[in-house]
């Protein structure tokens, strides 16, 4: 039997979500083991003088414990 944890991030990027995503999955696997799945619960952007200046997504990253 494996037991599992899910954690919350938010990543960011001035590209697009796609990057925001890979971006923060790339990073959150430099300190968590095991990394079996991501959810993205949200997406939203950050607008300045009428222009999309960063995409973010805020999102559920599940890894399995070592035991």
Same mark, same amino acid.
């Given at each position: 039997?494996? /037991?599992?944890? *899910?954690?919350?991030? &938010?990543?960011?990027?001035?590209?697009? !979500? $796609? $990057?925001? #995503? =890979?971006? %923060? +999955?790339?990073?959150?696997?430099? *300190? +968590?083991?095991?990394? *079996? %799945?991501?959810?993205?619960?949200d997406?939203? &952007?950050?607008?300045?003088?009428?222009?999309?200046?960063?995409? =973010? /997504? =805020? #999102?559920? &990253? *599940? !890894? /399995? +414990?070592? %035991?």
């Amino acid at each position: 039997m494996s /037991v599992a944890k *899910t954690i919350e991030i &938010v990543s960011g990027s001035r590209k697009s !979500f $796609d $990057d925001a #995503m =890979r971006s %923060g +999955l790339k990073t959150a696997s430099k *300190t +968590l083991k095991n990394v *079996t %799945g991501a959810w993205i619960q949200d997406q939203e &952007v950050v607008i300045a003088a009428n222009k999309i200046t960063e995409y =973010r /997504v =805020r #999102m559920r &990253v *599940t !890894f /399995v +414990l070592e %035991g």
